[in-house]
């Protein structure tokens, strides 16, 4: 492990019955933001369960924040890390201000001013019980709570689900304030390929348990394009040069390496959820 | 672990105030009745107390999100232990204010054999039940657990209310008085020992059974 990476998974396997998730390598740098995406069951949320301690993994290794996972070191450093999870965790009977007192039992590094100003920021109420909270809310209050402990590292598995357009921009932003700090980072798993597109500086596509790629952003945007094309002039492209395809009445339509084509096709730009999805289908297409 | 504690303390509050009112029911009914069962009850009231909390954290699965947490899987099963542990303490305590308060109202030794008997056998039967209770609720969850507990519950609080009862009629007087003091108090502090031996081995059981689990 080296400290420049706040996240570090080194050939890791999980089994599970009907799942696998199988030698997973993955390298978040510290003070970057990386999107995990992938369909359901892909293996997103056992990853987050992997790199929180929930779940253990049957081989390989995860270091966050510089320690192993395994070791008893490993609880301290979770007060530098903020979580969370596709739905609120917290009682329903507790109002903020009782999970306010909670938590400062809890982290070392609670900052009580910090929450009581974000639950403003979301316009929660205080002294509210969460039962009556919507489930935007509740994921805001979550939100709140995992930014209010001086953390380096968040890992937000769906957190903006829920939300509003509106509200999950207000989010994107304040995310993105939170990287502002050079040592802060963000490992975040969403079903919305949009916010990713937005806010990541990289890229991780899971597919049936396997780690397709990982790459920067940009990079990955550069790397491909979509090609509209006839059957035939699909098939006289090299293969390696094809990641995905969908065929129509009307004609083709291909997920190419830009640097495999000639450079005489005119491509489209590839957006972070055409990858993904070409991607996925091309391969049923194939099979 | 204060944290935790404040959280549980309070849900466990919630309910806490109804059980506060059911004791002092069951204190006037064991002076009424003249009958041990009534004072041991509210001790299990004070375990199933607990149980309430276990089944907060499943309703919003807390334990995979509080695991996320600077907290180790050895304090989260601690936690419970206390919190049952000062349960148990606050019904000792009620229990031994209302029989102060009823033996300022009849001028009569608070501190009777009988008291001691209730308290020795209740607080011993709640240790020993929740010995039982925390590591299969830990390793089988609220509801896979229930029904072992329901049969279990009945079980050991008959079991030790009725050694109770033996105790009494074989070692006290109809006026309360000890006859045989030697034996009587040894059967009182077997039962607390027994129960507390089993609650301090039980805490390591649940605490490795937290260490090997997957959320």
Same mark, same amino acid.
């Given at each position: 492990?080296?400290?420049e ?7 890791v ?6 799942f +696998?998730l199988?030698?997973?390598?993955l ?5 970057c933001? *990386?999107?995990?995406i ?25 270091c966050?924040?510089g320690?192993d ?24 009977y507790?109002t903020?201000k009782? !999970?306010?007192?909670?938590?400062k ?15 403003k ?17 509740? &994921?805001?209050?979550?939100? =709140?709570?995992a930014l ?18 509106v ?14 700090e050079?040592?802060?980072s ?6 919305i390929v949009?916010d990713?597109e ?5 890229i991780?596509f ?17 790397? $491909?394009g979509?090609?509209? +094309?006839?059957?035939? *002039? ?11 395809y #969908?065929t129509?009445?009307?004609g083709?339509e !291909?997920?190419v ?6 450079s005489s096709?005119?491509?489209s ?5 055409d990858?993904? %999805? $070409?991607?996925v ?7 | ?5 404040y ?6 509050w919630? $309910?806490?105030?109804s @059980? ?6 069951? &204190? ?11 004072g ?14 276990f ?17 180790? #899987?050895?304090?989260? =099963? ?15 305590v009620?229990?031994?204010m209302?029989?102060?308060?009823a033996a300022l109202f009849?001028k009569?030794?608070?501190l009777?054999?009988d008291?001691?008997?209730?308290l020795?056998?209740?607080?011993g039967?709640?240790?020993? $039940?929740?010995?039982?209770e925390?590591? &299969? @609720? ?7 657990s ?19 009862a ?9 006026s309360? &008085? %000890? ?6 108090y040894?059967?009182?502090v077997? %039962?607390l020992?027994?129960?507390i031996?089993?609650?301090?081995i ?10 090997s689990?997957?959320f």
């Amino acid at each position: 492990m080296t400290g420049e990476n706040a996240l570090e998974l080194n050939n890791v396997t999980k089994k599970y019955e009907g799942f +696998c998730l199988q030698n997973i390598d993955l390298k978040l740098p510290a003070g970057c933001i *990386m999107g995990l995406i992938g369909e359901n069951g892909a293996g997103k949320s056992t990853t987050m369960k992997l790199l929180t301690g929930a779940a253990r993994p049957d081989e390989g290794q995860i270091c966050v924040l510089g320690v192993d996972n395994r070791t008893r070191e490993f609880d301290a450093v979770k007060n530098q890390i903020g979580v969370v999870l596709d739905e609120a965790r917290y009682s329903d009977y507790l109002t903020p201000k009782q !999970v306010n007192r909670m938590m400062k039992g809890i982290y070392e590094n609670w900052d009580e001013k910090q929450f009581v100003e974000y639950l403003k920021k979301f316009d929660l109420p205080v002294d509210k019980k969460l039962k009556d909270f919507s489930r935007g809310m509740k &994921m805001k209050f979550g939100i =709140a709570a995992a930014l209010s402990h001086e953390a380096k590292l968040l890992l937000l598995d769906e957190a903006t689900s829920g939300l509003d357009p509106v509200a999950r921009d207000e989010i994107v932003d304040i995310f993105y304030e939170f990287t502002r700090e050079e040592d802060h980072s963000i490992l975040i798993s969403s079903h919305i390929v949009s916010d990713l597109e937005k806010l990541c500086d990289y890229i991780a596509f899971l597919h049936k348990g396997k780690l397709y790629f990982c790459e920067e952003k940009d990079a990955l945007k550069e790397k $491909y394009g979509i090609l509209s +094309c006839t059957k035939e *002039m699909f098939e006289s492209l090299d293969r390696e040069a094809v990641a995905g395809y #969908r065929t129509s009445p009307y004609g083709m339509e !291909v997920l190419v390496e830009r640097e495999k084509v000639p450079s005489s096709f005119s491509l489209s730009p590839a957006g972070i959820e055409d990858i993904m %999805v $070409y991607m996925v289908r091309g391969e049923q297409t194939q099979a | 672990m204060k944290g935790l504690l404040y959280k549980d303390g309070y849900l466990t509050w919630k $309910y806490g105030k109804s @059980i506060l009112l059911f004791t002092l029911i069951w &204190m006037v009914m064991m002076v009424w009745t003249d009958s041990l069962f009534w004072g041991i009850f509210p001790f299990l009231f004070a375990v199933m107390n607990t149980r309430m909390t276990f089944s907060y954290d499943e309703q919003t699965k807390w334990n995979s999100f509080l695991v996320t947490m600077p907290v180790s #899987r050895k304090q989260m =099963a601690e936690e419970k232990y206390l919190l049952v542990f000062l349960n148990i303490a606050a019904i000792a305590v009620l229990e031994i204010m209302i029989g102060l308060a009823a033996a300022l109202f009849s001028k009569e030794v608070w501190l009777t054999a009988d008291t001691l008997l209730i308290l020795g056998t209740g607080i011993g039967a709640a240790f020993l $039940y929740s010995a039982i209770e925390l590591p &299969m @609720i830990f390793r089988l969850g609220v509801e896979r657990s229930r029904i072992w507990l329901f049969g279990m519950t009945i079980l050991v609080f008959a079991l030790v209310g009725g050694g109770a009862a033996i105790t009494q009629s074989a070692f006290l007087s109809e006026s309360g &008085m %000890v006859q045989n003091e030697g034996a009587f108090y040894t059967a009182i502090v077997s %039962v607390l020992a027994v129960g507390i031996a089993a609650y301090v081995i039980s805490l390591f059981i649940s605490a490795r059974i937290m260490e090997s689990k997957e959320f």
